[in-house]
């Protein structure tokens, strides 16, 4: 009998050629129950014994491509102009282990297009994306909800056992808004600069060896050196650049944000890479949507005092406050990456494994990856760009000046 991972990724295969003549079907009519999604999807009806293998996230994948699919047409239907944020067109191949990197930059593109000219379209993508993104964004462990110090933010997390495994490509139920704005803090005096140490690149030889310490004074020098080695791998070059693309494009918007923090705008946009994949319609905590109520996940009820209509920079300076960065000194290569994976959890470390959250798409991680809270996949391969990624783009291409 062959092994369920290895007949996915058979089914996946087969599956992916077919699905991409999907892009010349009519795509405007109602969506039907799942099995119907994927024979219309397909151009074909499948026969019962091949439906009866397929795995759950075959028919989820069938359901959110129709749907971006359908988003893409009448994005064209409305004449909305394009974005450069743009990849791809047509079909999108129906492989689970795919999906979120080839599906990121036609959704975060659908939002840019519509976001200042159809809000309401604009919400449906961000809703969409917000359902992309929960397919990748699990936290191993979680943190306090109250605001904290850097030192408190950095401590040792807390595991959050009691709240439920996320549900993938479904909608939370979220709370009702509370009635009253929560006021913005004043600016802070004096920005921090955008310099960061320079380091050398030199390919990384041998095994990596992962600190199972969580003290930065300890992991310093293997944060370095990690950044100085890795590499990006080929096949995850493109979208690597697309990241630089969305980074570039958006400064201005996380400039905005960082002027009232005082924390970076590179590292405002990788946060928001990895907590929200880029949605501007979804809090910058942890993806939720949407932004006119509350977040639901960890941490919940955020932001405590949140009046509709509500803006995506008011919601981030919450967030970038409650996690105790707002304020916070040093913002070296090493202290940058430090921080990132201790608001992510060292679920990872403690394994003595690196982090997806830092090294996704480079030769410093290769696969395993926490699919559900507290559950965690050997096999499993993480689909986001890893925030060391985002960085080393920036650096190479100069946008961050190297000290």
């Given at each position: 009998?062959?092994?369920?991972?290895?007949?996915?990724?058979?089914?996946?295969?087969?599956?992916?050629?077919?699905?991409?003549?999907?892009?010349?079907?009519?795509?405007?009519?109602?969506?039907?129950?799942?099995?119907?999604?994927?024979?219309?999807?397909l151009?074909?009806?499948?026969?019962?014994?091949?439906?009866?293998?397929?795995?759950g996230?075959?028919f989820?994948?069938?359901?959110?491509?129709?749907?971006?699919?359908?988003?893409?047409?009448?994005?064209?239907?409305?004449?909305?102009?394009k974005?450069?944020?743009?990849?791809?067109?047509?079909?999108?191949?129906?492989?689970?282990?795919?999906?979120?990197?080839?599906?990121?930059?036609?959704?975060?593109?659908?939002?840019?297009?519509?976001?200042?000219?159809?809000?309401g379209?604009?919400?449906?993508?961000?809703?969409?994306?917000?359902?992309?993104?929960?397919?990748?964004?699990?936290?191993?462990?979680?943190?306090?909800?109250?605001?904290?110090?850097?030192?408190?933010?950095?401590?040792?997390?807390?595991?959050?056992?009691?709240?439920?495994?996320?549900?993938?490509?479904?909608?939370?139920?979220l709370?009702?808004?509370?009635?009253?704005?929560e006021?913005?803090?004043?600016?802070l005096?004096?920005?921090?600069?955008?310099?960061?140490?320079?380091?050398?690149?030199?390919?990384?030889?041998?095994?990596?060896?992962?600190?199972?310490?969580?003290?930065?004074?300890?992991?310093?020098?293997?944060?370095?050196?990690?950044?100085?080695?890795?590499?990006?791998?080929?096949?995850?070059?493109?979208?690597?650049?697309?990241?630089?693309?969305?980074?570039?494009?958006?400064?201005?918007?996380?400039?905005?944000?960082?002027?009232?923090?005082?924390?970076?705008?590179?590292?405002?946009?990788?946060?928001?890479?990895?907590?929200?994949?880029?949605?501007?319609?979804?809090?910058?905590?942890?993806?939720?949507?949407?932004?006119?109520?509350?977040?639901?996940?960890?941490?919940?009820?955020?932001?405590?005092?949140?009046?509709?209509?509500?803006?995506?920079e008011?919601?981030?300076?919450?967030?970038?406050?409650?996690?105790?960065f707002?304020?916070?000194?040093d913002?070296?290569?090493?202290?940058?990456?430090?921080?990132?994976?201790?608001?992510?959890?060292?679920?990872?470390?403690?394994?003595?494994?690196?982090s997806?959250?830092?090294?996704?798409?480079?030769?410093?991680?290769?696969?395993?990856?926490?699919?559900?809270?507290?559950?965690?996949?050997?096999s499993?391969?993480?689909?986001?760009?890893?925030?060391?990624?985002?960085?080393?783009?920036?650096?190479?291409?100069?946008?961050?000046?190297?000290?």
């Amino acid at each position: 009998m062959v092994a369920s991972r290895d007949r996915r990724s058979f089914i996946a295969r087969g599956l992916a050629g077919l699905t991409a003549l999907a892009g010349a079907q009519p795509l405007h009519a109602a969506f039907s129950p799942l099995t119907s999604d994927l024979d219309k999807l397909l151009g074909m009806k499948l026969p019962e014994p091949l439906i009866s293998l397929l795995p759950g996230e075959v028919f989820e994948g069938a359901s959110f491509i129709r749907k971006l699919l359908a988003m893409e047409a009448e994005a064209k239907a409305l004449r909305l102009p394009k974005s450069l944020l743009s990849r791809g067109e047509g079909g999108i191949p129906l492989d689970p282990d795919r999906l979120y990197e080839l599906a990121l930059p036609r959704l975060v593109a659908l939002i840019d297009r519509s976001e200042f000219r159809k809000l309401g379209f604009a919400d449906r993508a961000g809703e969409l994306l917000s359902l992309l993104h929960r397919t990748q964004h699990v936290t191993p462990e979680g943190y306090s909800l109250a605001p904290r110090s850097e030192a408190t933010a950095l401590a040792a997390p807390m595991f959050f056992n009691d709240q439920p495994a996320t549900e993938r490509l479904k909608l939370p139920t979220l709370a009702q808004p509370d009635t009253q704005p929560e006021p913005l803090p004043a600016p802070l005096p004096n920005p921090l600069p955008n310099p960061l140490p320079n380091p050398l690149p030199s390919p990384l030889q041998g095994p990596i060896t992962v600190s199972r310490t969580l003290q930065f004074d300890a992991l310093s020098d293997e944060y370095a050196s990690l950044f100085r080695a890795a590499q990006i791998r080929a096949q995850h070059r493109e979208t690597a650049e697309w990241h630089l693309t969305m980074l570039r494009a958006s400064k201005a918007r996380y400039a905005g944000v960082a002027e009232r923090t005082g924390v970076p705008w590179y590292f405002v946009a990788t946060v928001h890479g990895l907590e929200a994949s880029f949605n501007f319609r979804a809090h910058l905590h942890n993806g939720d949507f949407p932004l006119q109520r509350r977040t639901r996940q960890v941490p919940a009820g955020r932001p405590t005092r949140w009046l509709p209509p509500s803006d995506w920079e008011s919601s981030a300076i919450d967030a970038l406050r409650i996690m105790g960065f707002a304020g916070a000194q040093d913002w070296s290569v090493p202290r940058i990456l430090h921080r990132l994976e201790a608001f992510n959890g060292f679920g990872y470390r403690r394994m003595g494994r690196t982090s997806p959250y830092l090294w996704s798409f480079t030769t410093a991680y290769d696969r395993g990856k926490y699919v559900a809270d507290g559950k965690f996949s050997a096999s499993a391969i993480s689909q986001q760009c890893g925030g060391a990624v985002m960085l080393k783009l920036l650096a190479e291409a100069g946008d961050i000046a190297f000290a």
